[in-house]
């Protein structure tokens, strides 16, 4: 008997707490994972989730349009509504067979004929999958750019890109490397 009236009280309370949550936060147990085509990652915290983003292109001929989701630093470049910071995450199937082994030294190529000015480059493992990367500066905006890329066995394009100006890389670039730490793919890959 004792324990119904725990119970009861216990749920109670719970049922208090989310109707809190839900007032206050305007939610129900909003999940702070973002799920793409192929693959989820938790989405930084505060940061700002866009959809659709406009601005990250795939780099190879593409049979589709492009699936894209940024995620903005709350903090803007002094003067404008460009944030300092941002990470995207771009999936796309390729029009021809493509093996970033192969490509990603004409791409580098490529980053040096325009004037870009290239850092550092080389692999990395990412939830087991090997992507190419390569950190640069865009001398058109002067934004610094890391980005990975990867290929899987059904064609499809898997980027992944940081950018910041360059006072605010270093404060970034944890978050960006905690973020990417958080990707996972799906058992199908694509």
């Not at 492009?66 to 903005?72: C, K, L, S």
């Not at 990603?104 to 850092?119: S, V």
Request: charged content about 20%.
């Amino acid at each position: 008997m004792h324990s119904d009236k725990i119970l009861g009280a216990l749920l109670k309370f719970c049922l208090a707490l989310l109707f809190l949550k839900f007032v206050v936060f305007g939610a129900w147990l909003k999940s702070p994972t973002h799920k793409g085509p192929g693959y989820s990652v938790l989405k930084p915290v505060g940061w700002e989730v866009i959809k659709d983003a406009r601005g990250v292109q795939p780099i190879f001929a593409a049979t589709e349009k492009p699936d894209v989701v940024m995620f903005a630093a709350p903090t803007k470049i002094f003067g404008t509504e460009t944030p300092e910071a941002t990470i995207a995450i771009l999936v796309v199937k390729l029009a021809n067979p493509t093996w970033m082994e192969d490509e990603f030294p004409t791409l580098l190529d490529a980053l040096n004929k325009a004037e870009y000015h290239i850092f550092d480059h080389g692999q990395i493992k990412v939830d087991k999958e090997i992507f190419y990367w390569v950190l640069y500066k865009d001398p058109t905006t002067s934004l610094v750019n890391l980005e990975f890329y990867s290929v899987n066995e059904l064609n499809k394009l898997f980027k992944l890109q940081f950018q910041a100006t360059p006072d605010a890389f270093k404060t970034y670039r944890p978050v960006f490397e905690a973020t990417k730490d958080t990707v996972k793919f799906s058992q199908q890959l694509w």
